[in-house]
């Protein structure tokens, strides 16, 4: 593209952008549609600006890679991947560790750009002063800018399509992604309320232990000091809880106008993102370990949760260093097989009933009133290596129609827990309850759809081994800061040896991964699992102090617990983005990595959406985007914003 110009800096002798200049380098936005307010959000309106050469296809190559992952559910390696026993790959990973510890001491230089203030955000930048390298110019993603043009449209897109269903069901998005995507809609999308700070501002100086009611929560549960019963009706439709209002005189009711995804919308919005990857008591004696435990609910009977209540109210589980994910085990095969239930439906009333009816009305089921205020969500669990004989479409039955004694596919699982969790998390908003996320076991073995769908309807997901072979997922995985649990000793045992696990590249990659454990009791020799999950991967991965710290911090921040809990763990700035919201004295992560962190991803976002900002790219016909010359011609234009200033290339 000689003669045009690049919305990407010139290469410069070691020249590198501060923080300031990372956030103020976005341009003029495209057209988008506005988040949920009880409507449906749509792509529609971005289809022009996004449009790819894929444009009408994805739904034919989502079908192919469907078909394909039902052929070969066992294929455990991808094409481009080299084996195991190859002397290239051995190579690579000497010569990866070998420059992990490398480390220049360049004197770098600030490019100043007076043009950038409209641009800042109003908070005042936090920066510090460190030594940066940075690879730019028009070659810096080593594509041509036209082949670049067309996968940021993609990845923007797939990006969007997460930040909608995030937005819907009342979960985070990460921060600084929101922040670059702001630049490319002319609405702003609804921030999910998760990301607010705690009601009351913890000090700077507050204790590192937050302080806990002297009251058991659970002593007291008598009904009449409950919230007062709404009233409300519900009724499941297609797989869905709906609520109404109370009968009038005329004997009428009225849904209420709570938003849940459209199943239409679901379906083609999986297709893209498919089409996409194929282009590509101990615990409170150690004041320092909290946990996140498991509780099942099968789904086999409605009372299931008034047991675990009661069991759990009765015997008083309870510790300030421990909350509880609700996991679902996917054994609708099991239990239609044994005529426990008679459709998939009734599985769906059995696990969200008793949560709408006690959101309604929490004097009807006391025990699980208090219970709940303890759960952060829940998680989806099952072999993942079981093949699936089902493809997700609107061909589909409905939940209803499911009499089958086949099981429903990991896709369809998770969308109607999705679907369900959305509408509940509306009308606990409305009591001011606090709400629920869902973060499913994902990505340890199966087809590589599982993640694409994690990716859409979770917050976060546990294991994500499988994103080593979807390099384009790993990477949308990266821009949306998708928290990852990985456990590396239990993936030793069924899936994975030790020394094949991703975790290490993941973590040098930028990815938001964490150490957890998975079924401790059967993996682990100690009563300290974590601790022998934290020694080892320190041991065999030569992880430095600084790692460990980042692996702790990441647990924090993907953790269910209060944000006023996770003030005093992190610091009362933990919000924000960059080292302005790292306090060291109680992360022990330096500034540093932290400021490496958020700007490398800015650079990221940076890369993806400036693609999307030329002007010029809006004159060119969608047939010339792989050329680079039209008619003989070379393509010239002008971008918007700062690089407007810079000389012809």
């Known amino acids: 593209m000689s003669g045009s110009k690049s919305p990407f800096k010139k290469r410069a002798s070691l020249q590198a952008p501060s923080t300031a200049e990372i956030r103020g380098s976005l341009f003029h936005p495209l057209q988008s549609a506005k988040s949920f307010s009880g409507t449906t959000y749509s792509l529609k309106q971005l289809s022009r600006e996004l449009r790819t050469s894929m444009e009408g296809k994805y739904k034919e190559i989502a079908e192919e890679l469907f078909s394909r992952s039902l052929v070969d559910s066992d294929m455990r390696s991808a094409p481009y991947e080299f084996p195991e026993e190859s002397p290239i790959e051995k190579l690579e990973e000497r010569r990866q560790r070998l420059e992990r510890q490398i480390s220049q001491d360049i004197k770098l230089y600030k490019e100043e750009h007076e043009d950038l203030v409209d641009h800042l955000s109003k908070e005042v930048l936090f920066e510090r002063e460190y030594q940066r390298v940075s690879i730019s110019g028009d070659e810096k993603c080593g594509v041509p800018f036209t082949d670049l043009l067309d996968a940021a449209k993609s990845v923007v897109r797939a990006l969007f399509i997460r930040q909608k269903y995030m937005n819907i069901s009342m979960q985070s998005f990460c921060r600084t992604t929101s922040q670059h995507l702001k630049e490319l809609s002319e609405e702003t999308l609804d921030s999910p309320p998760q990301d607010e700070g705690p009601d009351t501002p913890v000090a700077a100086d507050a204790p590192v232990h937050p302080p806990f009611a002297v009251q058991h929560p659970y002593e007291v549960c008598d009904p009449s000091n409950m919230p007062p019963d709404l009233g409300f009706g519900l009724k499941m439709v297609d797989g869905v809880i709906h609520v109404y209002t109370k009968r009038d005189v005329f004997n009428t009711c009225t849904e209420l106008d709570l938003p849940y995804p459209d199943l239409a919308e679901f379906i083609a919005d999986i297709n893209v993102l498919m089409a996409l990857i194929e282009v590509m008591s101990d615990l409170e004696e150690s004041k320092y370990q909290n946990a996140e435990l498991r509780l099942s609910i099968y789904g086999r009977s409605r009372e299931e949760w008034d047991n675990l209540a009661c069991w759990a109210v009765n015997h008083k589980v309870h510790s300030n260093n421990v909350r509880w994910l609700v996991q679902i085990p996917r054994l609708f095969d099991v239990y239609r097989s044994k005529k426990q239930i008679s459709h998939f439906q009734e599985m769906l009333e059995n696990i969200f009933l008793p949560l709408f009816e006690v959101t309604v009305n929490p004097a009807s089921h006391p025990e699980l009133h208090l219970l709940l205020e303890h759960v952060d ?273």
């Not at 994902?442 to 759809?449: D, T």
């Open 377 to 649: 969500g829940f998680d989806s669990v099952d072999d993942e290596s079981k093949s699936e004989n089902h493809i997700f479409n609107m061909d589909s039955p409905l939940p209803e129609n499911w009499v089958g004694e086949d099981n429903p596919p990991y896709s369809y699982y998770l969308y109607y827990m999705y679907a369900n969790m959305t509408v509940l998390n509306h009308m606990r908003r409305r009591r001011g309850f606090h709400t629920f996320v869902l973060r499913p076991h994902c990505g340890e073995a199966g087809p590589i759809h599982h993640l694409v769908s994690a990716y859409m309807l979770s917050q976060n997901i546990s294991h994500g081994l499988l994103l080593r072979k979807a390099p384009v997922l790993q990477y949308l995985y990266y821009l949306a800061q998708i928290g990852i649990a990985m456990s590396p000793l239990s993936n030793n045992s069924l899936f994975l040896s030790y020394h094949r696990n991703p975790l290490p590249d993941f973590l040098s990659r930028g990815l938001m991964v964490s150490l957890s454990t998975d079924d401790p009791l059967q993996f682990h020799f100690t009563k300290e699992p974590l601790m022998e999950e934290y020694s080892i991967a320190t041991q065999v991965w030569k992880l430095s102090s600084c790692d460990m710290c980042e692996l702790a911090r990441n647990s924090v921040l993907m953790s269910g617990f209060p944000n006023k809990v996770k003030s005093y763990w992190l610091g009362p700035n933990y919000l924000r983005d960059g080292p302005e919201g790292n306090d060291i004295r109680r992360t022990n992560v330096p500034d540093i990595r932290v400021g490496y962190r958020y700007e490398t991803l800015c650079e990221e976002l940076a890369l993806i959406t400036q693609a999307l900002q030329c002007e010029e790219l809006e004159a060119i016909p969608e047939e010339s985007l792989f050329m680079g010359v039209e008619d003989g011609r070379n393509i010239k234009g002008d971008c918007v914003g700062e690089n407007k200033k810079q000389p012809k290339s």
